[in-house]
């Protein structure tokens, strides 16, 4: 099992960018994958970036050329940066790690756009 805990939200105008940081409890070097998802208010959570343990990304068509995540293994973060940012950013953004058959979740930090 693993805790992962979200940092980085905020507000931002349209244009601007920001980091976001998922710290786990334990070590990430062996975990499946990492991912960052994200949800609007009445929208269906969804996949933004995902980071395997070979280093594979994936990347939501909506966010590819402007999003990119990364990890920092010796301390024990994923990271997500989000440039160029759009009102349509908005969101919870979330964490997930995936081990073994089974999710982790983080609470999620919030993300605002302004026009």
């Known amino acids: 099992q693993v805790q992962l805990v979200e940092s980085g939200g905020g507000l931002v105008q349209a244009g601007g960018s920001l980091r976001l940081s998922c710290a786990a409890s334990?070590?990430?070097?062996?975990?499946?994958?990492m991912a960052w998802h994200r949800q609007a208010p009445g929208k269906q959570r969804e996949l933004v970036a995902m980071?395997?343990?070979?280093?594979?990304?994936y990347y939501a068509d909506s966010v590819k050329g402007r999003f990119t995540i990364s990890r920092d293994t010796a301390k024990n973060t994923v990271y997500l940066q989000m440039n160029s940012l759009k009102p349509e950013d908005t969101a919870r953004y979330y964490c997930?790690?995936?081990?073994?058959?089974?999710?982790?979740w983080g609470q999620g930090t919030q993300v605002t756009v302004s026009s």
């Open positions: 997930r790690s995936h081990e073994l058959g089974s999710d982790y």
């Open positions: 334990r070590s990430i070097f062996s975990i499946n994958s």
């Open positions: 980071l395997v343990s070979s280093g594979t990304t």
